[in-house]
């Protein structure tokens, strides 16, 4: 009956004390393009490496619930994506948050993004900081650990009685002390009842502490955090055809613009160009004919925002100068004449921007021109044409950028 006893207590220490650790999971959401396939392969191998388990799956968007669902669907501690545009990639990962409805999201972005080693190391690392970092469970105190109720020894075993009898002694002191106190025998048997000899009662119940679950290790044997690297910087070229009017009667100029710009900062840049209108022909009326046009040179600051991974939009303001000019062919009794005139100018240009290849981008958009004063051409003493109240213009054309070199 002790041994029976006994296993029973060892098997419900070795259940409520011992449990296998999990490994955490992962799940990787691959990218809807798939134009990165070897990226996410690095990052499934240094997840894996680390001891966790990766299970793959498809692009549902990148909304936190879309993300929360694939989270319960897994159970899964993290859900991994990794992306890329040009030179830059990205890393977005949701974490579950017991204390919220919505898994906690971070967005991780690398500059160098054509290293598919170097995005899943940092990729890898922010799981294994995350999930490690979550606090263990500790393991419950004695009381509630020990649901069954603990089995008492028998009553007859006690210190005292260690030694063992015969059956033949056993019996002759029983017999005395059933002739001799009939109320001794009473309270023998009546354990609970008896105050001349208690009985000890049992050890108090300690589990075994629960063992930690092991790292690997490796772990600490990753390289430390590699420090961002500074965005890389471009400048470039723009040749566009440039299509202008407005009010004044001039009609509609065509003309070429060029353009070349350098990045500043991570929105700002700096732009220059020079821009030439001229009419398609020659202007008649009753005193003869008039070829005008206007040539001129501006300095601009640009914002620029990134709509898309190959669309972008500029914003652009600024000044210059500008060389307006005319030559006139009167009939007779006029007299033909031609003159220049400088003027100032106030621009702004808004730009959408397509990229077509690694180096090249198409570009669209539409600026204005106020002239400081307006450029006024006069025929026989009246004016005839006027440019610059405003000068509205039209552009397209093709860009060329560089990465500017490191210093």
């Given at each position: 009956?002790a ?9 419900t ?9 999990h ?19 690095r990052?499934r191998d ?18 936190d ?10 159970a ?8 890329r ?5 990205a ?23 054509r290293?598919p ?9 922010m ?5 490690r ?40 002191n029983?017999t ?9 025998l009473?309270?023998?048997t009546?354990p609970t ?14 589990p ?38 407005g009010?004044g ?9 060029l ?19 001229v ?6 009326d009753?005193?003869g004919?008039i ?8 300095a ?6 990134q ?7 500029r ?5 210059g ?50 002239l ?23 552009l ?10 490191r210093?």
């Open positions: 009956m041994r029976r006893a006994a296993c029973l207590l060892a098997a220490v070795w259940l409520t004390g011992s449990g296998p650790a490994a955490a999971t992962v799940v990787l959401v691959h990218a809807p393009d798939a134009r990165w396939r070897l990226a996410e392969l990052v240094e997840l894996r490496a680390l001891g966790m388990t990766v299970t793959d799956a498809g692009a549902r968007g990148r909304d619930g879309a993300m929360a669902t694939l989270l319960a669907e897994h899964a501690a993290a859900v991994v994506q990794v992306s545009n040009d030179e830059r990639a890393v977005t990962l949701w974490f579950v948050d017991p204390a919220a409805t919505a898994p906690r999201r971070l967005e991780l972005a690398i500059d160098d993004g290293q080693g170097l995005v899943a190391l940092r990729a890898a690392e799981v294994h900081t995350e999930t970092g979550r606090a263990e469970p500790e393991p419950a105190p004695a009381a509630s650990t020990s649901a069954a109720p603990l089995v008492p020894l028998a009553p007859w075993v006690t210190p005292a009685d260690a030694a063992p009898r015969s059956p033949i002694a056993a019996t002759t029983t005395s002390t059933s002739a001799t106190t009939p109320a001794s009473s309270n023998a009546n009842t008896a105050t001349s000899n208690p009985l000890p009662g049992p050890a108090p119940f300690t075994l502490p629960r063992p930690s679950p092991a790292l690997p290790e490796f772990a600490d044997d990753l390289p430390p955090p590699v420090a961002p690297a500074a965005p890389v910087k471009h400048h470039g070229l723009l040749v566009a055809a440039n299509v202008g009017g009010p009667g001039a009609g509609v100029l065509t003309g070429l613009e353009t070349g710009w350098r990045e500043l900062g991570r929105r700002l840049e700096f732009a220059g160009g020079l821009t030439g209108l009419t398609p022909g020659w202007r008649t009753l005193r004919s070829l005008l046009g206007l040539v001129g040179g501006r601009q600051l640009g914002l620029r925002w709509l898309g991974s190959r669309t972008t939009l914003l652009g303001l600024g000044g100068l500008a060389l307006g000019w005319a030559v006139g062919r009167a009939t007779s009794p006029y007299r033909s004449a031609s003159d220049f005139q400088p003027i100032g100018m106030l621009s702004a240009t808004l730009t959408l921007a397509v990229r077509l290849g690694p180096r090249l981008s198409a570009h669209g958009g539409a600026g204005i021109d106020v400081l004063p307006p450029l006024s051409v006069r025929s026989g003493g009246v004016e005839a044409f006027a440019i610059g109240r405003p000068l509205l213009r039209g397209l054309g093709l860009a060329w950028d560089w990465p500017l070199a210093r």
